[in-house]
Nanobody, 127 residues
Framework: VQLQASGGGSVQAGGSLRLSCAAS????????MGWFRQAPGRQREFVAA????????QYAHSVMGRFTISRDNAKNTVYLQMNSLKPEDTAVYYC?????????????????????WGQGTQVTVSS
């Protein structure tokens, strides 16, 4: 399994970035997809996750209303549109995949529930 994240960069507060994560060697539509982030000296934290069809999503309270997760199953790619960025959004952002265990499974939000991880992409927001 390969998850290749891209799209990070440096922006000023209030700006926008769009992260992409391309998946390969994976049954993409059988996986929940998520984004996590880790700032220096802090634990990795959940940002957003999306169901297999893209119809259901979960967000951390800190990004709700500013970030949007989406997926294109034809391209095996998940996106994170980040608007109204704040300096506290500065972190390395990781995409992750969690296989669906049952048809009743809910969207995971814990890092331990995700099996496969990308390499991370740096997002820096300056004030």
């Amino acid at each position: 399994v390969q998850l290749q994240a891209s799209g990070g960069g440096s922006v000023q507060a209030g700006g926008s970035l769009r992260l992409s994560c391309a998946a390969s060697r994976i049954f993409f539509t059988s996986n929940f997809m998520g984004w996590f982030r880790q700032a220096p000296g802090r634990q990795r934290e959940f940002v957003a996750a999306i169901g297999t069809s893209g119809g259901n999503t979960q967000y951390a309270h800190s990004v709700m209303g500013r970030f949007t997760i989406s997926r294109d199953n034809a391209k095996n790619t998940v996106y994170l549109q980040m608007n109204s960025l704040k300096p506290e959004d500065t972190a390395v952002y990781y995409c992750a995949a969690a296989p669906v265990r049952s048809i009743l499974a809910t969207i995971p939000t814990e890092a331990s529930q995700f099996r496969n991880w990308g390499q991370g992409t740096q997002v820096t927001v300056s004030s």
